[in-house]
């Protein structure tokens, strides 16, 4: 089970730190992502980074604003999110998938396995 957590209401150019956390398992082999997805919207890609950690990937909306990365003690993903516009507002799903290839960074909904239930992100303006 992946649970997410750090979502709430900031302003627009504040911050939010959001985590994933899986319990019964480690996230040893795994990629691991973000999407978001807004009222009447589709579900869309946020950031993405690889089973090593080495190597990341985002969507260009939150290039140079969001960070992902990874704690592999902790067992968990986060997405540091700042300089947050209106439109960044979204339900966010952590997402993960067990691989065997050290450097792959997945982006599409297909590509991932299993889903958090999502923590809502509501930036005012």
């Known amino acids: 089970q992946l649970v997410e957590s750090g979502g709430g209401l900031v302003q627009a150019g504040g911050s939010l730190r959001l985590s994933c956390a899986a319990s019964g398992r480690t996230f040893a082999n795994y990629a691991m992502g973000w999407f978001r997805q807004a009222p009447g919207k589709e579900r869309e890609f946020v950031a993405a980074i690889s089973w090593s950690g080495r190597s990341t990937d985002y969507a260009n909306s939150v290039k140079g604003r969001f960070t992902i990365s990874r704690d592999s003690t902790e067992n968990t993903v986060h997405l540091q999110m700042n300089s947050l516009k209106p439109e960044d507002t979204a339900v966010y799903y952590c997402?993960?998938?067990?691989?065997?290839?050290?450097?792959?960074?997945?982006?599409?909904?297909?590509?991932?396995?299993?889903w958090g239930q999502g923590t809502q992100v509501t930036v005012s303006s």
């Open positions: 997402a993960v998938v067990e691989t065997g290839r050290w450097s792959w960074v997945p982006r599409s909904l297909n590509e991932f396995a299993d």
